[in-house]
């Protein structure tokens, strides 16, 4: 009877260190609002009280005349003017809509400053992904204690999200198009200001969860397919990092590295959490790429709410800058990077007693209109500012959508040491929509096919 007691109270004691969060989907009469006061993807339709933040009037999909697959996209705000600067001087008058990391930069640089621009909601996403959206909210639910979800496909799967795990798997299944291919640089900044091109690469994506004719029936629950072929310098050209990510346990994530020196295809579970990123000589963490990568079933998530803010936005200008002319000895030129007061969901990440992780806490910001995190605080052990993850934004009207899995980057507000990654400047594309490509492109074969040439 004992032993029986015993484990009866282990059991009691693993399952409360465990998160247990399950959702359902919301009512019809909540999802109504999908098509009334909130815009098709769950974001306020109303601008703000005073103006500064309009109204959505629907994705940005002027696509300029000529404009070809894998063009730089221009910068259709090129001729606004700044309406505000914040520097280290008046940071404390505009701390409230800066994350913690802008506002520590801001007070460690007495160069560094923000430039505001008036905001423009350009996200969005076509008709038919509102429609499948609309459908994800009376259909979807979280599942495996919220890190997965079941019965969404095709659009956002929590318009009107309860929880933050739900705001985090709407990031995960944000809009960003059917597949496309990029070159990229990736740009690394040491603490004493000297700049160097960590890797150059080719990244593809192909996203099965966005198929246009597909349906929630078909979908077997791989929601993305990623690879990334490494072109420079010499002595990494051909290795490969390839990931099938899931959607729910059912269909658990999947990665491989290829390696020139071992010349052979591994399984790579090292390449996720608070391991430093080989791609950005361990400036980086894995779980940073793209702003969230991989699993991050070590911290408790906490929906904080909504709030206005300012981040980076409609950044083509950054896009098309040289890299020299972006990015500085201490950080982004700010005469480059165009920011905007747009409203975010906070999540806040803890972790979990008796998990490891280098980064305690994380707070994430996401935008409200396209779900993609934009910016996240992250915090060491002692409770201090360590890391500030950014991306800038890329607006993409031939999609149409607001990319944040491009021009991602991290401040290290201690050390002073910094990245820019997934960087097409002067590369000759940018981020390219291209046809769906055949599963084999993403085996595990290919990957070694790729990386012996």
Request: aromatic content about 10%; cysteine-free; hydrophobic content about 40%.
């Amino acid at each position: 009877m004992k032993t029986s007691l015993k484990l009866v109270a282990a059991s009691l004691t693993l399952a409360a260190a465990l998160p247990m969060h399950a959702g359902a989907a919301v009512t019809a009469d909540e999802a109504a609002k999908l098509q009334t006061t909130l815009t098709p993807l769950g974001a306020e339709k109303a601008g703000n009280k005073d103006g500064s933040i309009p109204a959505w009037e629907g994705a940005y999909a002027k696509v300029p005349a000529g404009f070809k697959p894998g063009d730089f996209r221009a910068d259709p705000f090129a001729a606004e003017k700044p309406v505000l600067a914040i520097t280290g001087k008046n940071v404390d008058q505009y701390a409230a809509k800066l994350s913690a990391a802008t506002v520590a930069m801001l007070k460690k640089y007495p160069n560094y400053r923000l430039d505001i621009y008036p905001t423009h909601r350009t996200g969005g996403a076509p008709a038919w992904v509102y429609e499948n959206t609309y459908k994800n909210a009376t259909r979807a639910k979280s599942v495996d204690g919220g890190y997965g979800a079941e019965g969404a496909y095709g659009g956002i799967p929590f318009p009107i999200p309860k929880t933050g795990y739900e705001a985090i798997m709407n990031h995960r299944l944000a809009w960003t198009g059917e597949a496309a291919i990029m070159p990229l640089r990736t740009v690394i900044v040491t603490p004493d200001g000297k700049r160097a091109t960590a890797t150059e690469a080719e990244q593809t994506f192909m996203r099965p969860y966005y198929f246009k004719d597909g349906s929630l029936d078909k979908f077997d629950g791989l929601y993305q397919f990623g690879r990334l072929i490494t072109r420079a310098p010499a002595s990494k050209a051909g290795e490969g990092i390839l990931v099938h990510d899931g959607i729910n346990e059912a269909k658990p994530r999947a990665i491989w590295q290829y390696l020139v020196g071992q010349r052979r295809v591994r399984r790579a579970p090292s390449v996720s959490y608070d391991t430093p990123d080989s791609v950005t000589s361990g400036i980086g963490l894995f779980d940073e790429a793209f702003m969230l990568f991989g699993p991050i079933d070590h911290h408790e998530l906490k929906l904080v709410g909504k709030k206005e803010m300012y981040i980076p936005y409609n950044n083509n200008r950054a896009g098309s800058a040289k890299i020299a002319d972006l990015v500085g000895q201490q950080f982004l030129n700010p005469d480059l990077v165009r920011w905007e007061l747009h409203r975010v969901w906070e999540v806040e990440a803890t972790l979990i007693p008796g998990k490891r992780h280098v980064v305690t806490k994380r707070r994430y910001y996401l935008d409200e209109d396209t779900w993609q995190i934009i910016l996240v605080d992250g915090y060491d052990a002692q409770g201090q500012i360590w890391r500030g993850n950014y991306t800038l934004t890329l607006m993409a009207p031939d999609i149409p959508a607001v990319l944040g899995n491009v021009m991602w980057g991290t401040y290290n507000v201690q050390t002073g040491a910094y990245l820019l990654n997934e960087a097409s400047n002067e590369m000759p594309t940018q981020y390219k929509v291209i046809p769906r490509l055949p599963a084999s492109y993403f085996g595990p074969e290919e990957l070694a096919n790729q990386g012996s040439r």
